[in-house]
């Protein structure tokens, strides 16, 4: 055991070096770049004042730089890729392809490196470097549908308040600006995107289609419509957002009851789930030879993948048994 612990206190070192080194060589070319961006920057704003320059300072649109730009280059320019990267804007994570992908790298690596010094398996170290890899990716979804939802929640308050400013007398962009100064993290700063696209020259309509872009929510693509459509065709705006408002309020009801009457299902579907690990760890204090003896003989090891295989299964069909649409 003092061995396994030392060779996996080695690769976590000799890892940790390795990725601090390239890290630093990797980030000297994006610190070259933006001295020369500043540089250039400053020779165009010449006789700035000093108010005006961070005005002049977030015409630079910020983007999340990786470890590797040529991979992000070149995953963006392929159609999963794409999907990624937006994902990861999505998230609010801050993470580039590149750095997403040499996380999962090392926390695969690392999870496969304990496996098999605790089972002595090679291919339980494979199977683990494969889920190990997947948790990063995992993590990435988890974020992004807890932003989304979190949106979501929020969004009837953006309209609301967009509603009483057009009520006031106030035009529809300075609306999107109190939206942006007065509500928090996601809802703000996606309509600070949508208002500043406009200021740089952006088309309401390109404007608006990006954010229902940024944020894929069917009320998002439903505010949009109605907002162009009112745009060419006139109306009282303030009162489609308020029936907008009211029905996203609606749907909410409507969804936290949905989960009250599949909590009994979702609940069948963790003990399911978390029942034979539960018992393979209890037997293990238990019955020690009996849990490694299905561990070490071939038809064990095919029992367990079998197992794990249906677990999975099981756990798919439940989740789409209880999933109904709103």
Do not use: C
């Amino acid at each position: 055991m003092a061995v396994g612990f030392l060779v996996t206190l080695v690769f976590l070192l000799s890892a940790g070096a390795v990725i601090g080194v390239y890290l630093a060589l990797a980030g000297r070319p994006q610190a070259a770049l933006r001295r020369t961006v500043e540089h250039r920057l400053q020779e165009v704003r010449g006789g700035a004042s000093p108010e005006h320059q961070g005005d002049i300072d977030s015409l630079i649109r910020e983007q999340a730089t990786g470890p590797m730009p040529s991979l992000d280059d070149m995953a963006k320019r392929a159609v999963r890729g794409m999907d990624l990267d937006r994902w990861l804007a999505q998230s609010g994570l801050g993470l580039s392809i590149s750095g997403l992908l040499l996380i999962a790298l090392v926390v695969g690596a690392l999870t496969a490196v304990v496996a098999v010094v605790v089972s002595h398996l090679l291919w339980v170290g494979v199977l683990a470097f494969a889920v190990g890899a997947y948790l990063p990716f995992l993590f990435v979804r988890y974020k992004r549908g807890a932003r989304m939802h979190k949106f979501e929640e929020h969004f009837p308050e953006a309209l609301d308040l967009m509603s009483r400013a057009i009520r006031a007398g106030h035009a529809f962009g300075a609306g999107m600006k109190m939206v942006a100064d007065e509500l928090t993290e996601p809802v703000g700063p996606e309509f600070r995107k949508a208002f500043e696209e406009q200021n740089f020259g952006l088309s309401m309509k390109e404007s608006l289609n990006n954010l229902a872009d940024r944020m894929p929510i069917i009320d998002v693509r439903f505010f949009v419509t109605a907002v162009l459509i009112q745009r060419e065709t006139g109306g009282n705006l303030s009162e489609i957002l308020d029936n907008l408002a009211n029905v996203v309020r609606e749907r909410f009801k409507i969804q936290r009851q949905v989960r009250v009457h599949t909590a009994h299902g979702r609940f069948t579907g963790y003990v399911l789930l978390g029942l034979p690990g539960f018992l393979a760890l209890a037997l293990s204090f238990i019955n020690p030879e009996h849990m490694e003896l299905l561990f070490k003989d071939p038809m064990g090891q095919m029992m367990i993948a079998a197992s794990i295989a249906m677990q999975v299964v099981g756990w798919v069909w439940i989740k789409q048994v209880i999933k109904i649409e709103v």
